[in-house]
Nanobody
């Protein structure tokens, strides 16, 4: 069973930065970050695959950067210029193929205005 553990969430003022980390127990092809607020569906924030291809939600382009260190089996989400609307629970996801099969427990990110 693949296990994912997120860290790095917290409370930050608007305009600030946070870096989320996701430690994965086994290497996966894809690593992604999703977020969810109460009453809304979980949405993809960013993803990166084994070929280095990245994808971002339009709302975070130019502010967030996804990366991963394959040697450490760790993924990262650098979040800059944070806005109150970025407030959500952020989930790390991993997949051996095109779909995400494994999920972390989530970490809360709160951006105050």
């Amino acid at each position: 069973q693949v296990q994912l553990t997120e860290s790095g969430g917290g409370l930050v003022q608007a305009g600030g930065s946070l870096r989320l980390s996701c430690t994965i127990s086994q290497r996966t092809w894809k690593t992604g970050w999703y977020r969810q607020v109460p009453g809304k569906e979980r949405e993809l924030v960013a993803s990166i695959d084994g070929a280095g291809d990245v994808e971002y939600a339009d709302s975070v382009k130019g502010r967030f950067t996804i990366s991963r260190d394959n040697a450490k089996n760790t993924g990262y989400l650098q979040m800059n210029s944070l806005k109150p609307e970025d407030t959500a629970v952020y989930y790390c996801a991993g997949g051996r193929g095109p779909k995400y099969e494994y999920w972390g427990q989530g970490t809360q990110v709160t951006v105050s205005s």
